[in-house]
């Protein structure tokens, strides 16, 4: 279901693109918008895992000083026929962890020195389980092409905000159009986009569960890393918090609730995650 939820999303989303390129360019600096911005992501693309490990102040760790995350990891890759992922650790009191890389062969997960401190093995498990399921099921793919499509609905809008669409000033209908188009257009891709971050998560989620067969060990791993997100703060660049298992930045925002931060929210929310997991221990609950 995760999967068809973002399949119909990145259609939605290819569709605003086709709608706000007919509005504002009829006669072609649509294309202008989306090679711009497929350049700008293939390049986030192919080096957005250096970014993520600068941005997150990463170190990359050997196995003589992480041998039970390498073990768990291992364990897990040799299961699931999955090549090993390159491991780093970032010094943060915040239990957190993230996955990135553009397919499974350049796959590197990192780990924060809280999330050590404060789990136990099966809990563990889980979360290296959910961000090796962000690798198995190309996530980072997945986010890539919604930020393209995303970045050349904000091009072609700012292009036409600063420079004037194509379409004729003289007819009023289509300038009202094209006005509306190039309003609601760049929010509607932001919010899609953090839509289809969210049912990456939930996919996450149940991919790891059934990778470790313990869906009850990433609820109980997803809520003691709610509780610290909130009260322990993270350094880290907001550009590359959706990676995150939980948002890292979440104790800088605790108190900005409402509907409209939870659509323009990356992540689920933490109580209904681990509902879906206790769903999926106990299917007839």
């Known amino acids: 279901m995760n999967n068809v939820k973002t399949l119909i999303l990145l259609t939605l989303l290819t569709t605003l693109l086709w709608w706000l390129a007919v509005s504002l360019y009829p006669q072609g600096g649509f294309w202008l918008g989306l090679v711009l911005a497929a350049v700008f992501n293939l390049g986030a693309y192919f080096f957005s895992d250096k970014f ?4 997150s102040r990463a170190r990359p760790v050997s196995e003589q000083e992480l041998p039970q995350v390498y073990g768990i990891i291992r364990m897990l890759t ?25 397919n499974p062969k350049h796959g590197v997960v990192a780990v924060t020195t809280g999330l050590l401190q404060i789990m136990n093995r099966s809990e563990l ?15 980072i793919l997945i986010s890539s092409v919604a930020a393209m499509i995303a970045a050349a609905l904000v091009i072609l809008a700012r292009m036409a905000f600063w420079f004037g669409g194509s379409r004729d000033r003289n007819n009023q ?73 939980e948002n890292p930045l979440k104790s800088n925002s605790r108190r900005r609730g409402g509907g409209v ?8 929310p933490i109580d209904k995650r681990i509902a879906v997991l206790e769903h999926m221990a106990d299917p007839f609950s």
């Open 52 to 55: 993520a490990l600068m941005a």
């Open 78 to 102: 040799e299961v699931n026929d999955m090549p090993m992922p390159r491991i780093y650790v970032i010094d943060s009191p915040q239990p957190n962890a993230f996955a990135t890389g553009r």
């Open 125 to 139: 498990e889980g979360v290296l389980a959910h961000e090796l399921s962000h690798i198995r099921n190309r996530d």
């Open 173 to 245: 209908v289509g300038a009202i159009v094209a006005l509306v188009a190039m309003i609601v257009a760049p929010i509607a891709a932001i919010l899609i986009r953090s839509a289809i971050s969210r049912t990456r998560e939930y996919q996450a989620d149940r991919t790891g569960a059934e990778m470790t067969g313990q869906p009850l060990a990433l609820a109980s791993a997803l809520n003691k890393i709610g509780i610290a997100a909130e009260r322990i703060p993270m350094r880290v660049n907001d550009a590359v918090s959706q990676l995150y298992i």
């Open 261 to 268: 931060m939870k659509l323009l929210s990356t992540h689920p």
